[in-house]
C-alpha cells in the first residue's frame, strides 16, 4: 500500500527579539534532529505569541516527529484556528489525523487543503492514502486519476488504480489503463507484471505470457515475473517451461519454499521421481511444519517404491495435518499409509 513520507514545514515568523532568538535556535535543534529541546523552545515561544500560527505549526511538526500524532494534531488545530486559509497547515493535519488512525477525519483535512491547493499533488496523494485504508476504493479510483491528471508520470498512481481495478475484476479497464501507463513508462516492469494479470484473467493466454517476457527482458532479477510465469505455464499444461522458470526464481529466492514445493510438484507430475525426493527434502528443511512437503515427500518414496521411508514420512504429514485441523486431507494420508503398510 502508500505511503506519505512528505513532512509539514516550519515557517518561523520574527518578531519580537527575543521570539526571534527563540524560533532560531528551535530550527537550530530540529535542523539537529533533537526534538525534546525544540519543542521546549517551541513551547516557550508560544507562551510568549499565541497568536503565531507557524509556532503551533512548529509544535505540531514536532510532535509528529516523535510519534505524538494525536498532540500533533492539537497543535495543527491551534494553527488553523489562527490562519485558516494555510493549505500547508490542512495537509498536516490531515497527516497527522491518518497517523492517528482517523483516516475520515485526515480526508477530510486533505480535501479542504485541495480546495485551497488544487495543484498540490501530495494533498491528492495524502487523499489517496487515507481512503485506501477506508477501503473506500471508488473515491480512492477518482483520487488517483486526479493525481495523475496533475502528475502523469506518477507511477505509484497507475500501480494502485491497475490492483483495484484487478481486485474488482474489471479486467477490461485495467488492461487499457496499464497499456497507456506502460506507454508512457516502458521501463517498469511492475506495469507490466500487473498487464499481463489483467490480461490472463481476460482469458488472453498468449498476450499475458508475452507481457511477461517483456517484463523480464526489463527485470532480470525480479522473481516475481518467473513465479508470475511459471503459474501460467503449468496452467496451459507446459512442465518442462514451467520447470524452467521456476528453477530461476528459485535461483533469486535460493530460500523460497514456493518455487520448492513448486519444483517437487512438477517432477513428480514428469514421474522424475528422484528429482521429486530431493525437492520434497529440501522442502521439509525449508518448512520443517509444512505438511505438504512431507506429503509430497511420501508420495514420491511410495513411487520409487521405498515403502519403509515413505510410510515415516507420511506419518509426519498426517501429524501436521491432524495439527491444523485439515481432516479430509488427514484422512487421504491415513488411507495412503495403510495402503502402504505390509501385509501379515
Do not use: C, W
Amino acid at each position: 500500500m502508500l505511503t506519505d513520507n512528505t513532512e509539514p514545514l516550519i515557517i518561523a515568523q520574527a518578531d519580537p527579539a527575543e521570539l526571534n532568538q527563540l524560533l532560531i535556535d528551535g530550527k537550530k535543534y530540529v535542523e539537529g534532529k533533537d526534538y525534546d529541546r525544540a519543542l521546549a523552545i517551541y513551547e516557550r515561544a508560544a507562551s510568549l505569541d499565541a497568536s503565531n500560527p507557524q509556532i503551533f505549526s512548529g509544535i505540531g511538526y514536532l510532535q509528529a516527529q516523535k510519534g505524538n500524532y494525536q498532540l500533533a494534531v492539537a497543535a495543527y488545530e491551534k494553527a488553523i484556528a489562527l490562519d485558516r486559509n494555510n493549505p500547508q497547515l490542512y495537509y498536516a493535519l490531515g497527516y497527522s489525523l491518518g497517523n492517528a488512525g482517523k483516516n475520515l477525519q485526515a480526508a477530510a483535512a486533505y480535501e479542504k487543503a485541495i480546495a485551497l491547493a488544487p495543484t498540490n499533488v501530495q494533498n491528492y496523494i495524502g487523499l489517496g492514502v487515507v481512503q485506501l485504508r477506508e477501503q473506500k476504493y471508488d473515491r480512492a479510483l477518482d483520487t488517483y486519476y486526479r493525481i495523475l491528471a496533475l502528475e502523469p508520470n506518477y507511477s505509484k498512481a497507475y500501480q494502485v488504480i491497475a490492483t483495484i481495478l484487478l481486485d474488482r475484476e474489471r479486467y477490461d479497464e485495467a488492461a487499457a489503463m496499464l497499456k497507456e501507463a506502460i506507454a508512457k513508462q516502458p521501463q517498469l516492469g511492475e506495469l507490466r507484471l500487473m498487464l499481463a494479470t489483467a490480461l490472463l484473467k481476460q482469458g488472453n493466454m498468449a498476450a499475458g505470457l508475452q507481457a511477461l517476457l517483456d517484463a523480464k527482458r526489463l527485470e532480470p532479477q525480479n522473481s516475481a515475473l518467473y513465479f508470475k510465469t511459471g503459474e501460467v505455464l503449468l496452467r496451459i499444461g507446459d512442465l518442462d517451461a514451467a520447470l524452467a522458470e521456476y528453477k530461476q526464481a528459485l535461483a533469486l529466492e535460493p530460500n523460497s519454499p514456493v518455487a520448492q514445493e513448486k519444483l517437487g510438484n512438477i517432477y513428480l507430475a514428469q514421474q522424475d521421481y528422484l528429482q521429486a525426493v530431493v525437492a520434497y527434502r529440501h522442502l521439509t528443511e525449508m518448512t520443517p511444519n509444512n505438511p505438504a512437503g512431507y506429503y509430497g515427500l511420501g508420495l514420491a518414496l511410495k513411487a520409487r517404491s521405498r515403502n519403509r521411508e515413505a510410510i515415516v514420512a507420511l506419518n509426519r504429514a498426517l501429524q501436521l495435518y491432524k495439527e491444523t485441523n485439515n481432516t479430509a486431507k488427514a484422512e487421504k494420508v491415513a488411507s495412503l499409509i495403510e495402503e502402504l503398510k505390509p501385509s501379515n
